[in-house]
């Protein structure tokens, strides 16, 4: 009776680790940001929305269904760096600015599809997902 409680205090300890991992790597620069839905603009088409949970994950914007672990290079009060890499060996380096709570400046760069890229985004949250 006592090794399945054992086991699901790990298994909750872990969570909660992993929770502890997620909240510091949100930067201090878009705590006044929240997930939902937001429109892109600025990487040439039209603009596109999606959904996110956390506006962090719109510094891999060209990588953004692919699994990548991001690191915040610098985090100043309206401004983030994050550079990221990504399972398939792709990576990029993004540098948010919060224009508003509900706007953001990007400027994206890295390799992807063994090609560069660089392209500066706009993106403003238009609602819940």
Known sequence: MRRPVQATSGVAAAV???LAL???AQPAALSQSSGGLWEVS???GPPQRICV???ALLAQYE???ASCTRTVIRDQQALAEIHYTCADGSFGQSTIGLV???SLR???QGISDNAP???TLQARRVGNC
């Open 42 to 44: 600025g990487a040439g």
């Open 100 to 102: 508003t709570p509900r």
């Open 106 to 108: 990007i400027e994206t």
């Open 53 to 55: 949970a956390d506006p």
């Open 16 to 18: 909660l680790a992993l």
């Open 22 to 24: 997620t909240a510091v």
């Open 117 to 119: 890229f660089h392209y």
């Open 63 to 65: 990588h953004r269904k």
